[in-house]
């Protein structure tokens, strides 16, 4: 795949990204996907995310609001995994999956270690900033207590064309 805006799909390598669940993830990725679109209406980067708990189910669903809250912490991961540890009682999040349409950050990769979610699902890699490959592996690091597995490029695509029109119309 083509790299675009920094983004593309997640290089192969001696990585246990998981390339033959994408069909699995795609309808999680759809919501996601029309949660991004949501980011746009109030000037946030298009990025979505939804947790799917150990049953199949959606458990929690938002959007980057970075720009709508003043809060450089308001990144979609970490809304829907505060969001389900809320509404669960529980940070412990055993059994769920991070579904999101960018490749996670340092700090959400590694918020999604820390609440122990078994799988991290996204559909564009990031090459300037992912933490899940692209640049760091933080979520399959060895020095950790948990690590989590990958499922990549899930409706990349979708995610990078949302992405770049998104940038194009504030060049």
């Known amino acids: 795949m083509r790299s675009l805006l920094g983004f593309r799909q997640c290089r192969r390598g001696s990585h246990t990204v998981d390339h033959t669940q994408t069909d699995r993830w795609s309808n999680a990725m759809q919501v996601a996907l029309e949660e991004a679109a949501a980011a746009a209406s109030h000037d946030d980067v298009p990025i979505g995310a939804v947790l799917v708990g150990p049953d199949g189910q959606i458990v929690a669903r938002d959007h980057n609001r970075r720009e709508a809250r003043g809060d450089a912490?308001?990144?979609?991961e970490m809304l829907v995994l505060r969001s389900a540890s809320e509404s669960l009682g529980d940070w412990h999040l055993d059994g769920h999956t991070l579904v999101v349409t960018l490749e996670p950050c340092a700090m959400c990769a590694m918020a999604a270690v820390?609440?122990?979610?078994?799988?991290i699902v996204?559909?564009?890699?990031d090459l300037k900033a992912g933490a899940v490959w692209s640049l760091y592996n933080i979520p399959q690091d060895e020095r950790l207590n948990h690590r989590c597995d990958i499922v990549a490029g899930v409706a990349a695509d979708e995610a990078e064309a949302m992405l770049r029109d998104f940038f194009a119309q504030r060049r």
Do not use: C, E, F, T
């Open 73 to 76: 912490s308001a990144h979609a």
């Open 114 to 119: 820390w609440a122990r979610v078994d799988r």
């Open 122 to 125: 996204y559909g564009a890699a």
